[in-house]
C-alpha cells in the first residue's frame, strides 16, 4: 500500500502562484508514473500532469504553458508548480502514483481555490 504526504494547497488570488507536494512511500515506487489530477466542483476528475521516472511529461490541456510538473526519485516525492493561476483552477487535487492498472493510488488531495 502506497501512503501519500500531500501539501500546498490553499487559497490564492487570480494570477498567482502555488505549489503542491506530494510525497509518497511505499513497496515498488521505482519506475512508476507520478502525477496530478483533479476535480472541479461538479465535475469529473480530470489529468492535470503526469511525469514518469525517466523525466517524461504529460499535461492537461487547460494547464499547459502554466504549469510545471517536477519529481524527485531519490525522495519518491512529486511538485506541481501552478503558475497564473485562473478561478477555474479551483478544484480537488490528487496525487497519483501508477504502476499498471492493479497498481494505481491516489493520495487524500489538497484544495486549491482561486478567487479574488
Known amino acids: 500500500q502506497v501512503q501519500f504526504v500531500e501539501s500546498g494547497g490553499g487559497l490564492v488570488q487570480p494570477g498567482g502562484s502555488l505549489r503542491l507536494s506530494c510525497a509518497a512511500s511505499g513497496p515498488s515506487l521505482g519506475f512508476s508514473v507520478m502525477g496530478w489530477y483533479r476535480q472541479p466542483p461538479g465535475k469529473q476528475r480530470e489529468l492535470v500532469a503526469t511525469i514518469t521516472s525517466g523525466g517524461i511529461r504529460n499535461y492537461g490541456d487547460s494547464v499547459k504553458g502554466r504549469f510545471t510538473i517536477s519529481r524527485d526519485n531519490a525522495k519518491n516525492t512529486v511538485y506541481l508548480q501552478m503558475n497564473n493561476l485562473k478561478p477555474e483552477d479551483t478544484a480537488h487535487y490528487f496525487c497519483?502514483?501508477?504502476?499498471?492498472?492493479?497498481?494505481?493510488?491516489w493520495g487524500q488531495g489538497t484544495q486549491v481555490t482561486v478567487s479574488s
Open positions: 497519483n502514483v501508477y504502476k499498471g492498472r492493479s497498481n494505481n493510488y
